[in-house]
């Protein structure tokens, strides 16, 4: 399993809207002073993939709707309810002809797209009676009863669809990280299931030590607190820890100077943190858990930080949070490590689930074998009924022969002619009193005269 950092910058602000350019914010500070190189003015920031099944038509309508004066100035003004209630989309029917012939190419070419994803797994199960109009609705960011043009209802459904999957992102993510991290576990014992005394004991106190040596790293400090931020300023930055302002350091890792921080820009903000506790040269350090390290990390900051839950943070929520007492004071940050991940009876209800998968593909194993043999006995039979049908031939053709009769063509006719036998209908191969010798017996009646004889009376 591959874990991926990378998430969504602009979730429920349309996730498809809030990509438009919006005012950027000025910042007055010399960025010349700082490690690294600034973005060159006007250069495109590449956003990161949403995760999205649907991510490339996504980012199509975003930058299609980017294209129109009018919805991008209405958006500008919209708050989050407009926008998730639907009321933003209403406005397509404003936007400039050339943005909905454009709309409707896009959706025309996502539904095909779609369809041919629904005929890839028909074919996959040989299932022909399969409805495409029945499997198409399973996909709730388009209005498929419309395949044709791009309608106020399809804009509303995409916001829907990637607000719903967005915002159910981090539990998904929270099932499938505990899944990985038992059926570590699970294969761990099995495998020492298959050793003997000694070797098991080796392995579990190499097991332990690898523990111990993965726990022993510097204090983590807490996402999102003065400390934490701070080592950034200091270590990344290259600024006077002294100097720290809260104000500057928002602007200044506003990296697409948007005006705000998306979990992208906020994720950033902890690998100092992260390098503490992982290394990937160490054999005892999981990189697929530091990602998850790194989430669980932007999650508790967004927890806290994003007042009104549009998964972005503003400088005006940002400074309010740099008031809390928390932010001063926070308490310590459990690693995944100080932590437990799952019970022993989740791991033994997830052994139960894997073994009664492997119970089900044992099955259509046997099942498969089953077919396998039952199709090369049916072979066999087929190929010994050939070689008797040949071998009855045979003896026909040799019986034949032996009484006398040539074989007989594929047609079914005789292949030569014995002597004095002529199909019916043949023409005599020589006229009558010429030289060719006459059966025994038979005696040649004498030649009609031709001349004319006078007759005397």
Not at 31 to 60: C, F, S
Not at 314 to 340: G, I
Not at 413 to 434: I, N, R
């Amino acid at each position: 399993m591959k874990w991926q950092s990378v998430l969504p910058q602009q979730c429920i602000l349309l996730m498809t809207c809030l990509l438009m350019a919006l005012e950027a914010v000025p910042i007055d500070i010399d960025k010349t002073k700082v490690k690294g190189e600034a973005h060159a003015e006007g250069e495109k920031i590449e956003n990161p993939d949403t995760g999205l099944y649907y991510d490339e038509y996504l980012r199509q309508v975003i930058d299609v709707l980017e294209t129109d004066k009018h919805f991008r100035e209405k958006l500008q003004t919209a708050d989050i309810e407009e926008i998730k209630s639907g009321k933003l989309s209403r406005e397509l029917d404003l936007v400039s002809h050339h943005v909905r012939t454009r709309l409707d190419e896009l959706k025309r070419q996502e539904v095909a797209r779609l369809r041919m994803l629904i005929k890839a797994k028909m074919d996959s199960v040989q299932d022909t009676g399969l409805d495409h109009q029945a499997l198409l609705k399973q996909f709730e960011h388009l209005n498929h009863q419309n395949p044709d043009t791009f309608e106020p209802k399809d804009l509303d459904m995409l916001i829907k669809a990637a607000t719903s999957d967005l915002e159910n992102y981090d539990k998904t993510r929270h099932e499938e990280f505990k899944k990985y991290e038992m059926m570590k576990e699970h294969e761990r014992r099995e495998y020492l299931k298959t050793l003997d005394e000694e070797k098991r004991q080796r392995e579990e106190s190499k097991f332990e030590e690898m523990k111990k040596k993965h726990g022993d790293h510097p204090k983590v400090h807490h996402p999102g607190s003065k400390d934490q931020l701070k080592e950034v300023w200091e270590e990344a930055d290259g600024l006077d820890p002294n100097e720290f302002d809260p104000k500057t350091f928002f602007k200044l890792h506003d990296v697409n100077n948007d005006g705000f921080l998306d979990e992208q820009e906020l994720e950033a903000l902890f690998t100092k943190e992260l390098e503490k506790v992982y290394d990937p040269k160490n054999e005892e350090d999981d990189m697929v858990e530091m990602e998850e390290e790194r989430l669980r990390m932007r999650e508790h900051v967004m927890n806290e930080v994003d007042v009104n839950k549009d998964r972005l943070v503003t400088l005006e929520e940002f400074l309010r949070a740099t008031e809390k007492k928390e932010f001063l004071e926070p308490d310590s940050w459990e690693t995944l490590d100080q932590q437990q991940l799952f019970t022993e009876e989740e791991l033994k209800e997830f052994e139960s689930h894997i073994s009664q998968q492997e119970d089900e593909l044992r099955k259509k194993a046997e099942d498969l074998q089953k077919q396998k043999e039952e199709l090369q006995r049916q072979h066999d039979q087929l190929q010994a009924q050939k070689q008797e049908l040949q071998q009855v031939v045979k003896q026909m053709e040799q019986k034949k022969l032996q009484q006398g009769n040539p074989p007989a063509g594929p047609a079914g006719e005789l292949k030569f002619q014995p002597p004095g036998e002529h199909k019916v209908g043949d023409a005599p191969s020589h006229p009558a009193g010429g030289d060719q010798p006459l059966p025994p017996g038979h005696v040649q009646e004498p030649a009609a005269r031709t001349d004319h004889v006078q007759v005397h009376p």
